[in-house]
């Protein structure tokens, strides 16, 4: 198969699809890689790396989406990208549709199959595409929420860590799976006060035997979150139903009772953010400010640390890519029912019940698009 990967062009996104080592496996099996020139530099790696491994650098993003069965990538594509696609070439990226109608209708449109890593499952209920980013974004969600607290960029003038004689910051995080647990604890690691909200009780014990020294843990009814927002520094939105619209945790209403200044880090942002008031941010312009409350809401954050977060990325969708490109879509996913949960878009057709839900968009089921 002729697997393409051209260069991310949301903003400031400098993570690639395929690192020099992905397309080195993809080339043993046999496939032809093709790289747009320059789309690895903003992770570290030159147009030299690809070649020297066997892949052929074209010059645009064009000449990738002409000439590739397979896109292989990281964002969501854009709207000049949607119009590159295909009838039957597959689309292998992060594309979080429930939010984003024009995404939606663009992609069924192109006729083509278009597989999202953050619905690929594994066998112990997680999301292994999405989870090394979660690991990156929960990292990074108290350094950002951390410098959005200083006073000059909006925020109460809090030290995460406070100083003897003088209290931490108390960091609220709600939804304690992967991005919840990196952030809690980063933020304890910097010294601030911890409590982790989830409505799961069995993810709720399993934190509370990893890190019941670290942080505490609260089950997340309405109640006690709006207790616990409305005493915070920091809160950081780190809830997912997969695939779905994020449920609003915070409305409008509820900034009034918070402190000035207080800092809301909405990660879950890429599935439409689960603070009323969110709407997506860049890293070029990360903060806004609500009824004296900053917002922090950066779609992509892992792209902030390139590097890192391609080959972090690239270790986890590397078995499905070269499944993909070894067997085409169909008997892919026919043969592993973690990659078929990843199929959102086939010829048409949307096949993720979720996303159907959320926009009122008619569903097809998968198993009807993979026996047809
Ligand atoms: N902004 C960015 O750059 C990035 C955003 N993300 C997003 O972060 C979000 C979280 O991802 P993960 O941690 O990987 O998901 P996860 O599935 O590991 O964890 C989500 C947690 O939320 C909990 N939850 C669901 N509904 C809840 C509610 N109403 N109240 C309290 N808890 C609730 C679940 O029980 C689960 O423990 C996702 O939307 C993901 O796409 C991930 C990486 C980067
Ligand atoms: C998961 C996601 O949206 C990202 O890594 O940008
Ligand atoms: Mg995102």
């Known amino acids: 198969m002729k697997i393409g990967c051209p260069t991310e062009i949301k903003a400031q ?5 395929m690192t020099p080592d992905a397309a080195a496996e993809a080339i043993a099996h046999g496939h032809e890689v093709l790289i747009q020139k320059g789309a690895g530099v ?3 790696f030159e147009d030299s790396d690809y070649e020297a491994q066997g892949a052929r650098i074209v010059d645009t993003a064009e000449a990738v989406f002409d000439e590739a069965e397979m896109i292989v990538k990281v964002k969501e594509p854009q709207a000049s990208e949607r119009k ?7 689309l292998f990226t992060y594309l979080h549709l429930a939010p984003d109608r024009a995404q939606t209708e663009d992609l069924i449109a192109s006729g083509a199959t278009c597989i999202a890593y953050e619905t690929v499952t594994d066998a112990k209920g997680g999301l292994p595409l999405l989870a090394p980013m979660s690991e990156v974004a929960g990292k990074l969600a108290p350094q950002m929420g951390a410098w959005t607290l200083q006073k000059a960029n909006g925020g109460r003038g809090v030290l995460m860590g406070g100083v003897p004689g003088v209290f931490p910051a108390r960091v609220v995080v709600i939804g304690g799976g992967t991005v919840g647990q990196n952030a809690a604890v980063v933020a304890q690691g910097m010294g601030a006060d911890v409590v982790v909200l989830d409505r799961s009780l069995p993810r709720l014990r399993q934190l509370d035997d990893l890190y019941k020294d670290r942080f505490k843990t609260i089950y997340a009814s309405k109640a006690a979150t709006a207790e616990l927002v409305a005493e915070a520094d920091m809160v950081i939105g780190a809830v997912l139903v997969p695939g779905a619209a994020a449920p609003k945790l915070v409305s409008r209403e509820q900034l009034s009772g918070m402190k000035p200044g207080a800092v809301l880090v909405d990660v879950a942002i890429d599935q439409g953010g689960c603070f009323e008031t969110s709407k997506a941010t860049t890293h070029q312009d990360p903060v806004y400010e609500v009824d004296g ?19 972090a990325l690239n270790n986890a969708t590397m078995p499905f890519m070269l499944a993909l490109a070894d067997k085409g879509w169909k008997t892919a996913c026919a043969d592993d029912p973690h990659l078929k949960a990843g199929l959102n878009v086939h010829a048409g057709k949307l096949t993720y019940a979720a996303v159907g839900e959320a926009l009122g968009i008619d569903v097809t089921p998968v198993d009807e698009v993979i026996n047809a």
């Open 293 to 311: 409350v900053m917002h922090y809401c950066v779609a992509n954050m892992p792209g902030a640390v390139a590097r890192t977060s391609t080959m």
């Open 84 to 90: 590159m696609l295909s009838e039957g070439q597959i």
């Open 42 to 44: 903003g992770a570290g």
């Open 13 to 17: 996104e400098f993570r690639v699809g």
